[in-house]
């Protein structure tokens, strides 16, 4: 909540706290017509508040306990956070098993669904739900999200400089052409690479390296057995457990990767119905994208040259 105030009517009660006492003293000296703005702390208790609306979309700015949420449409809401904001995510975040999350973990980039009460002239989330399995995260990362919040000037600015350039560089999925695709197989219910596996990921990104601005693209999958958070949860830890070969055995720069995602059980690549079909679907595929305007480029240099 944001309350304008005039420098000379600042009052030292206990429930305006939130203001340092090294400020206080700087306001009270400062021009009398100057207005500043004060950020009180969020309510601990949101009983009794008048229910707010709910929020789709994903996470493109954080600082401190304020987070913006960046709806489908491209507009924008800021919601504060508070100690009783509710953060859960279904099978757990890329792999880590958990339910209960922290307010830490609300990465840039994140779908989410958030219910707010009203609280003054703004919004307290009192829930944060986490999407997980959806190509959506992948592509919201790679179109950049605005971190543009005053605090922090160093990292926000470094972190939105980094946004920019890959945005430049990536567009949505639409404007890729797959240039192949590895599948690496897993046992059932684990997500351990096995040497060959291990090997033939380092084949494909040696294949990814010899070619202009290629990105990787890794989704986790696995057969039918099991409930469906279970599998969601070791669809994300074999995508997870992949981009981690790459990156630190393989030499595949971090900046070349899309974020990685789990499908569970969906789009198998085989029938579920028998054993060698099951065992085809659990798998991590590993794509080799390539922007259509540099294909576009390379053929267009090829035919010239014949």
């Given at each position: ?113 958030v219910a707010t009460v009203e609280w003054g002239d703004g919004l307290v989330a009192s829930s944060v739900r986490m999407k997980n399995g959806d190509l ?83 989704v986790g999958y696995t057969d039918s057995v099991g409930d469906e958070d279970f599998n969601q949860e070791l669809s994300e830890r074999r995508a997870g ?29 085989s029938d579920n119905s028998t054993p060698q079909g099951r065992a085809a679907n659990r798998r991590v595929a590993v794509n080799i994208l390539v922007s ?15």
């Amino acid at each position: 909540m944001h309350t304008h105030i005039k420098r000379s009517s600042i009052l030292l009660l206990a429930a305006a706290s939130v203001l340092p006492l090294a400020s206080v003293a700087s306001a009270q000296q400062a021009d009398t017509s100057e207005q500043i703005t004060v950020t009180a702390a969020a309510p601990s208790d949101l009983a009794g508040l008048t229910a707010g609306p709910d929020l789709e979309g994903f996470i493109s700015a954080r600082t401190g306990n304020r987070v913006q949420i960046t709806s489908d449409t491209g507009a924008t809401t800021e919601v504060v956070l508070s100690p009783a904001t509710e953060i859960r995510a279904a099978g757990g975040f890329l792999g880590m098993r958990r339910t209960a999350l922290t307010q830490e973990q609300l990465l840039n980039g994140v779908p989410v669904t958030v219910a707010t009460v009203e609280w003054g002239d703004g919004l307290v989330a009192s829930s944060v739900r986490m999407k997980n399995g959806d190509l959506q995260t992948a592509a919201m990362v790679r179109n950049g999200t605005a971190q543009r919040f005053g605090e922090h000037d160093v990292a926000i600015a470094d972190n939105a400089a980094a946004t920019e350039a890959l945005r430049g560089r990536f567009g949505d999925i639409d404007q890729y052409n797959v240039r192949g695709t590895t599948n690496v197989s897993f046992d059932t219910g684990r997500w351990n690479l096995s040497p060959a596996a291990e090997a033939e990921l380092c084949r494909t990104a040696q294949q990814a390296e010899g070619m202009d601005n290629a990105l990787l693209l890794v989704v986790g999958y696995t057969d039918s057995v099991g409930d469906e958070d279970f599998n969601q949860e070791l669809s994300e830890r074999r995508a997870g457990r992949v981009v981690n070969y790459l990156q630190q055995r393989c030499g595949w720069a971090p900046y070349r990767m899309l974020t990685p995602t789990g499908m569970a059980e969906s789009d198998p690549a085989s029938d579920n119905s028998t054993p060698q079909g099951r065992a085809a679907n659990r798998r991590v595929a590993v794509n080799i994208l390539v922007s259509k305007a540099v294909d576009g480029m390379e053929q267009d240099r090829v035919a010239s040259s014949r």
